[in-house]
């Protein structure tokens, strides 16, 4: 069988200040912090994880709190938006919680046959709540929001091209998704089952002006599969397309692999095992800070270099 991806597995954003990043995903959208520990890469500043109640994958949202980078340019070459998924009848409850916080936000409007509800987190980074009416996930029920209201995971996530063309016959042909619909200059693409969490918006302008990273902008976008070996096989499958493609690299909680697609837009290929629990309890995601086996010896230095971090009380 052809190796594929089945969906989206996580977005990773660049933040300010780590505090406000914590009060905003955790305290207002009501997203658990099922992981805190640092950037790999930069062990420097956190990686901050969210989701559903057991960080499932199609609702991790992560971020690396830079509160030092400069402002970065929404544009094309980027995602430009990461849409959430809401239960149809939530809109309202979501409307009055925006207002409440005092989080500015566009009149809803229709999209195709859905409810979208746009507004920014305060680094400026573009969301959306779409009202999904077959959405049967549950998000986390011990947060701030309402359980009947909290966010499912994703809906979907918007690629902005200049030429989706290639980046189309890349997620056709190579990653296993399928078009599913078009509206003016978006296209819609599905994978794996298909719906929330498994969707992919290709929109089309050839005049936008190219995105720069920083702070308000997605680092990359990370799509799952089932297993390392199918991961391997889609490696092998996408360094022959001439992709200058990583080599697979452990991220503790997933593997991955990582290559630019034709547009821009960083890809990920992250596998779904072995999960969040795998260094801390389910009831207890988020509460400690977790380091991989060689960063333990830094840790004294890396608790006394990171700031410290409240969680927000689930008050309702």
Do not use: C
């Amino acid at each position: 069988m052809t190796p594929q991806t089945t969906g989206i597995h996580h977005v990773t954003a660049i933040a300010g200040a780590p505090q406000r990043n914590l009060d905003f995903y955790a305290g207002i959208l009501g997203l658990r912090l099922i992981k805190k520990t640092v950037n790999f890469d930069d062990p420097g500043t956190y990686h901050l994880y969210y989701g559903d109640g057991a960080g499932n994958p199609g609702s991790i949202m992560t971020f690396f709190p830079w509160p030092d980078a400069p402002r970065g340019r929404v544009g094309a070459g980027q995602l430009t938006a990461t849409s959430f998924s809401i239960p149809a009848e939530s809109l309202g409850y979501w409307t009055e919680r925006l207002i409440e916080h005092g989080i500015p936000f566009e009149k809803p409007s229709q999209r195709s046959d859905e409810t979208v509800l746009a507004f920014s987190d305060p680094d400026g980074l573009p969301l959306e709540l779409v009202a999904a009416t077959n959405d049967g996930r549950e998000g986390w029920r011990d947060g701030p929001v309402l359980p009947e209201h909290a966010i499912r995971g994703f809906h979907h996530v918007t690629l902005l091209e200049h030429d989706p063309a290639p980046t189309t016959k890349l997620l056709r042909d190579t990653l296993g998704f399928r078009q599913s619909g078009e509206d003016g200059d978006r296209q819609r693409f599905e994978a794996g089952d298909g719906g929330a969490g498994n969707t992919v918006d290709v929109l089309t302008s050839a005049d936008a002006r190219r995105g720069s990273l920083g702070v308000g902008t997605v680092h990359h976008v990370a799509y799952r599969v089932p297993d390392e070996e199918i991961q391997l096989a889609l490696r092998e499958e996408i360094s022959g397309l001439g992709y200058d493609v990583t080599s697979v690299l452990d991220r503790n909680y997933f593997r991955s692999i990582y290559f630019r697609e034709p547009g821009g837009v960083l890809f990920e290929i992250a596998t779904d095992p072995p999960g969040f629990a795998v260094d801390e309890d389910l009831s207890h995601l988020g509460e400690s800070l977790k380091l991989p086996p060689w960063l333990e010896p830094q840790r004294e230095r890396l608790e006394n270099a990171l700031p410290r971090l409240q969680i927000p009380a689930a008050k309702r």
